[in-house]
């Protein structure tokens, strides 16, 4: 069966440090990725999308990055973190677009920024 | 955007069954209806997906409207494992992706 693996799962950053979030997914090749960020009251917002190795869609420009450097890892990156960056970040994976296929999602990281 | 109409909050009895209902008067006519539910501090869980017929599943069953501008999941008997958000939504950002609304929070009493 398939799993998803995020990690940590919460953070304490202080503003203008570098971030570091990573997902790896185990039982499935050649996912589709994304990286959500959900804000409490605003819904989910889709910051990355990968439909393969070194494949990465930004959904929104601010200061995060992604990455894959592997066929079942996405990280998400930043180099200086912002007080807006605080939020629960979700990873999330689906085989393919056809027949609606659903997303499944880690447990998420709860990334607070002082 | 995925635009849904959702009840803020629904409350149920331990062992009885819940219908959670959902508006969603622009999905395309190709568009999968989604359900997920999300308890606090996880990530939210696929719960069901359906495109015209009704659709049953191990946890749910989902009823969608001839003219697709509603659907109702359905739990047969509810537990108080299932007292979460539930949302109602489509792969409808321009990547595919997903977009929840505010969702139904349920509450569960034993």
């Known amino acids: 069966s398939q799993t998803i693996h995020q990690w940590p799962a919460t953070l304490v950053q202080p503003v203008g440090s570098p971030l570091s979030l990573e997902c790896t997914v185990e039982?499935?090749?050649?996912?589709?990725l994304y990286w959500y960020r959900q804000a409490a009251g605003r819904g989910l917002q889709l910051l990355f999308y990968?439909?393969?190795?070194?494949?990465i869609s930004s959904e929104v420009p601010q200061n995060l990055s992604a990455s894959r450097p592997q066929d079942r890892q996405f990280i998400l990156s930043s180099k200086k973190l912002l007080l807006s960056d605080s939020g629960f970040y979700l990873c999330?994976?689906?085989?393919?677009?056809?027949?609606?296929?659903?997303?499944?999602f880690g447990d998420g990281t709860r990334l607070s920024i002082l | 955007d995925a635009k849904t109409t959702q009840p803020n909050s629904m409350e149920s009895n331990e062992e009885e069954p819940v219908h959670l209902p959902c508006n969603h008067s622009?999905?395309?006519?190709?568009?999968?209806i989604h359900w997920y539910r999300q308890l606090p501090s996880q990530g939210p869980e696929y719960v069901i997906h359906?495109?015209?017929s009704n659709v049953n599943n191990r946890m749910a069953s989902l009823a969608i409207a001839e003219d697709r501008k509603s659907s109702t999941l359905i739990l047969h008997r509810a537990t108080l494992r299932d007292a979460a958000v539930y949302y109602c939504?489509?792969?409808?950002?321009?990547?595919?992706?997903?977009?929840f609304g505010k969702g139904t929070k349920l509450s569960v009493k034993p």
């Open positions: 939504t489509w792969l409808g950002g321009s990547q595919g992706n997903l977009i």
């Open positions: 622009t999905i395309s006519g190709t568009d999968y």
């Open positions: 359906g495109l015209t």
């Open positions: 990968s439909v393969g190795i070194g494949q």
């Open positions: 999330a994976w689906s085989v393919g677009v056809g027949e609606g296929q659903p997303q499944h």
């Open positions: 039982g499935t090749s050649n996912p589709n």
